[in-house]
């Protein structure tokens, strides 16, 4: 017998900003050689073009939602797939390369936020008062 298990809303909706054509992941690694470095390597956001560092921002936290909204739906699976899990349906295998993901994913939702707020202090900054 099985059972039904419904996902909760709050992970079931895109974020408004992100359509079935957006691809923020792509673009944000298409505009990250173009901004500028400083003598220690890190990014210069200060002296990297405007709209360039704005559009980094923007696909840096939209990346950063669908990462959240993905994380939080792997993690929902993982606790109500705990039967299969124990029994052996689902390969210990696979549940391992997932914690790999999900680490990963967590380091890369931190790096994300970092340059979000970078570029909207950036943003902030050449807004006049």
Request: net charge neutral; proline share 5%; hydrophobic share 45%.
């Amino acid at each position: 017998m099985r059972k039904t298990v419904r996902v909760p809303e709050d992970l079931t909706t895109a974020p408004a900003d992100i359509n079935a054509t957006a691809r923020p992941m792509r673009d944000l690694l298409r505009q990250l050689p173009r901004l500028r470095s400083d003598r220690q390597g890190n990014v210069d956001y200060a002296n990297s073009h405007r709209v360039i560092v704005a559009e980094t921002g923007q696909n840096a936290e939209r990346i950063a939602r669908a990462q959240h909204m993905g994380m939080g739906a792997i993690g929902h699976l993982l606790a109500t797939s705990a039967p299969q899990i124990e029994d052996g349906s689902v390969d210990s295998d696979a549940i391992e390369a997932l914690g790999w993901l999900m680490a990963e994913l967590g380091d890369l939702g931190a790096e994300l936020a970092v340059m979000a707020v970078m570029a909207i202090r950036c943003r902030a900054r050449d807004r006049p008062p």
